[in-house]
């Protein structure tokens, strides 16, 4: 991640091509379409969005209908919900094992289980919903992060090529970190440890978040606990 300093004057042009990354406007005065499934990424032609489809895009595009909105805070009902199953000594109702804090992942309806537990479910078609009340099971994490890292990825690159500045991002392009944030936190509660690792990156330099050392800490502590290498070399 850039550590790019502010500057004054008029806010820096953000969209460029997710493939090619050529800028939208210059001399030709070239107009970029988002993709028609997701919306978070834009291309300046069929040809580049068929290349960065064929790349990767393909199992990172989600729908808009199909995300799960989530919170980004430091006090969230989901680590909440997950720290008193633990503490109560309750057990996953899948397995019924034991729940910790280490192993607990919070669905939306708030009922905890086993990250495991949760991860064998998503292999059933028959099974996508929460087995005590029923409720469908938000996209697993795994796929939350691609999308998170996408949409970060995109505003870091534009950052790294002097097109935007961390300190100084515009509108537009701090709603697509703030969504970004808010989807890595999803997954990072579902256990996603790449999510978790993420998250304490982004908090630890303070790249289109305010920086915070302690939930950093917290993050790569959780990530470190899953035996995430990257994250226990950050602790260390």
């Known amino acids: 991640m850039a550590d790019e300093k ?7 042009n953000t969209k460029a091509c997710s493939n090619c990354l050529t800028p939208e406007g210059g001399e030709f005065s070239l107009k970029l379409s ?3 499934r ?4 834009v291309y300046c032609s069929k040809e ?19 995300r799960i909105p989530a919170s980004y805070g430091t006090n969230n009902s989901c680590d909440k ?3 008193v199953a633990a503490a109560t000594g309750e057990e996953c109702s899948i397995c019924l094992g034991s729940l910790a804090n280490a192993s607990a992942t919070t669905l939306q309806c708030t009922h905890v289980f086993h990250f495991e537990c949760v991860a064998e479910l998503r292999k059933f078609g ?3 919903a929460c087995p005590l009340c029923r409720t469908p099971l938000a996209p697993g994490p795994e796929k939350l992060n691609d999308e998170a890292s996408l949409r970060y990825m995109i505003i870091d690159r534009m950052v790294t ?4 500045s961390w300190s100084t991002l515009p ?7 703030d969504a970004a944030i808010s989807i890595w936190q999803a997954a990072a509660e579902q256990g996603s440890a790449m999510a978790q690792h993420n998250l304490g990156c982004v908090l630890q330099e303070g790249c289109g978040a305010p920086q915070s050392e302690a939930e950093a800490v917290r993050w790569f502590r959780k990530a470190a606990e899953q035996g995430f290498s990257k994250s226990q070399f950050k602790l260390g």
């Open 171 to 177: 509108p537009e392009a701090q709603s697509e970190v």
């Open 34 to 36: 988002a993709c028609v």
């Open 161 to 164: 090529r002097g097109l935007a």
């Open 81 to 83: 919900a997950a720290s």
């Open 126 to 128: 028959v099974k996508q």
């Open 6 to 12: 502010g500057k004054k004057g008029s806010a820096p």
């Open 38 to 41: 997701c919306g978070t990424v």
């Open 48 to 66: 580049c969005q068929r290349a960065h489809w064929k790349a990767g895009h393909k199992q990172r595009c989600i729908a808009k209908a199909d």
